[in-house]
């Protein structure tokens, strides 16, 4: 049997710290900037997440981009943005590793090790994320199925790393109005072919910020154990996915209809 497979074992939590546990009765809710672009933008944003009801903060200092000339983040300097970010609001911190040569550099900081969709085939950095201990947090690749999906968490899992969280974040389809169609049942699918916590990235699901919240909320209806979302205080000048991003006012709101939301199926925030 994969160690995967969920056989007759319960969703496992997976804690990493600052109060925030995935998999539990509690919905964990990350959010912040795409990306880390100054020092005065994240500190700012980390803060009205944190007011607005966040667990985790979100934000790349390494990031990935499809065009070479687009932004790629601050790098270390990020991380040190990250870490002080985390120390003026205390929620643990989750960001992008691209490589293992940075590995060390980005775990020293993260409190959750993110791989993205680029990186979910890439197996020699998945098995080295994994040998760090740290928890990790695995994105769907935009053309993954399921099983690929399965398989690369395999590659954590196999090094006794069992700290993992599974993410959706859509998948390339036939449909161009949306970024990505977000594939909601996969959620149901993956709470009952594994024991590992699920959660869904509706901003890059669906590239769209008013598709933003309701996907958000049919996310928790669906079984999801937590939500990624960016969050900007000024989308319109964002140096990476502004079109995806809430304000923090935004967000302040779609943070209220999933409290109500979670609350009637059983969960908290």
Same mark, same amino acid.
């Given at each position: ?24 009765? $509690? ?49 270390? /300097? ?151 979302? /960016? ?27 999933? $409290? ?10």
């Amino acid at each position: 049997m994969m160690k995967f497979e969920k056989g007759d074992a319960e969703t496992q939590t997976v804690d990493v710290g600052g109060g925030c546990v995935f998999g539990g009765p $509690r919905l964990v809710i990350i959010a912040g900037p795409c990306t880390v672009e100054d020092r005065a933008q994240t500190l700012e944003i980390a803060a009205a997440v944190k007011e607005a009801g966040a667990s985790m903060l979100r934000g790349g200092a390494y990031k990935p981009r499809t065009s070479p000339y687009a932004f790629q983040g601050l790098h270390e /300097e990020g991380l040190d943005i990250l870490a002080e970010a985390r120390a003026n609001t205390g929620l643990p911190v989750v960001t992008e590793v691209l490589e293992s040569a940075d590995l060390a550099k980005v775990a020293a900081v993260a409190d959750m090790l993110q791989i993205g969709s680029r990186n979910m085939h890439n197996s020699v950095l998945l098995q080295a994320a994994g040998r760090t201990g740290k928890p990790v947090f695995l994105k769907r690749g935009m053309s993954a199925r399921i099983e690929e999906f399965l398989l690369a968490a395999e590659y954590v899992l196999e090094t006794g790393n069992e700290r993992i969280v599974l993410c959706e974040r859509g998948i390339r389809t036939f449909e161009t109005v949306t970024r990505f169609t977000l594939d909601l049942s996969a959620v149901p699918l993956l709470k009952q072919r594994t024991w590992i916590p699920v959660a869904v990235d509706p901003s890059h699901g669906t590239g769209m910020t008013s598709l933003v919240p309701p996907m958000a909320c049919a996310a928790v209806a669906c079984g999801a154990d937590a939500v990624m979302v /960016e969050v900007h205080c000024c989308p319109d000048k964002a140096l990476c996915d502004g079109d995806q991003s809430e304000t923090p006012e935004l967000f302040y709101r779609m943070v209220k209809e999933l $409290r109500t939301l979670a609350s009637a199926i059983g969960r908290t925030l």
